[in-house]
């Protein structure tokens, strides 16, 4: 699974870094780990292990009752049931907004009729390459989901958006990305409100 | 660097997973791979990479003027420049608390009077485990910081609380965990004025 040689990706011109060398260290079909070989700011060697899973989406249904949908799962990482925004990677090549509608299909059957941007952030950006991309989508249809052979046990939930963006922060579970989408979409209604 | 074989954890009771085998990926100073080869929740065979780089804390230093101070450097994973709230690692054994005195003052001199949790959230729960507990740090005092050798470039600034948050969503190297601190801080003190 490991050994092949990645090329050196260029250094960008104004970074403090330099970098020797690198190896693919670990690769999965969902995620590469490559470890670099340095010269840090200071001067001295040393090595930076980079984890890239591929970007991914985010995405915030809410329908016209003020409900947000979201999915319920159970977490391998961290060997818990939790719940949590719609998300899932981005194809090689796809477009950010066809990723995510395709992914609120799979994971949950709603289409959108309206989709909103709310912004593109990093998740891990101390050791990961990965950014998600999240949106608002409303004007929402109900249908059948298509889900993976690894979301076989997932299940959705509809709750009330102001409880959500509460519950999103308190949680065992709670994770930045939902408990940040579901705040960024309160704060679009609210502005739309006003 | 790998080949060990960790211990099989044991699968939580609820866990529609197996996991059968596990086998250390990758490891280095900052964060280990492990491999677990498992049945998935439909039955069938599969493998999970799971990315374990320890916990870390989250600071929003906020002083008396309603200034954020934020520190400035060089993310090597996405080869650019961008300013973050103060993070880094929990060290084993390390309460939470204790670790974002430590690198509040590690990253930017400061020390501060109160400290008020904020969150406790998962930062990539699909593939990590890596949790962040993000603090309200006030009550700011200045000093010398007493930065890691690989954060020799690492500048502080200092920043409106608004324009911080409202720029945190809409910068080129948003991060999800920043734009959360900031605005659980915004939040936080909101409801300590009304």
């Known amino acids: 699974?490991?050994?092949?040689?990645?090329?050196?990706?260029?250094d960008a011109a104004d970074s403090p870094w330099r970098t020797l060398a690198a190896r693919e260290a670990y690769r999965n079909p969902w995620l590469s780990v490559t470890e670099y070989q340095v010269?840090?700011?200071d001067g001295a060697p040393g090595l930076y292990g980079v984890v890239d899973p591929g970007d991914n989406v985010t995405i915030v249904p809410l329908d016209d009752?003020?409900?947000?949908?979201v999915v319920e799962d159970f977490l391998y990482t961290i060997q818990r049931w939790g719940w949590f925004l719609p998300t899932g990677a981005i194809n090689p090549g796809e477009d950010p907004l066809l990723a995510a509608q395709r992914e609120l299909l799979e994971e949950t059957g709603l289409r959108a009729a309206r989709w909103d941007p709310l912004c593109a952030c990093y998740l891990s950006p101390g050791i990961s390459t990965?950014?998600?991309?999240?949106?608002?989508?409303?004007?929402?249809?109900e249908g059948d989901?298509?889900?993976?052979?690894?979301?076989?046990?997932?299940?959705?939930?509809?709750?009330p958006l102001a409880e959500a963006r509460a519950a999103s922060r308190l949680s065992e579970t709670a994770s930045a990305v939902t408990a940040l989408g579901l705040t960024l979409a309160w704060e679009a209604i609210q502005a739309e409100v006003e």
Do not use: F, K, N
């Open 1 to 10: 699974m490991s050994g092949q040689q990645p090329p050196i990706r260029p």
């Open 130 to 141: 990965q950014r998600s991309y999240l949106y608002l989508a409303r004007g929402l249809t």
């Open 65 to 69: 009752e003020q409900q947000i949908w």
């Open 145 to 159: 989901p298509q889900r993976d052979p690894t979301e076989a046990r997932m299940t959705t939930r509809r709750m």
């Open 39 to 41: 010269l840090r700011p």
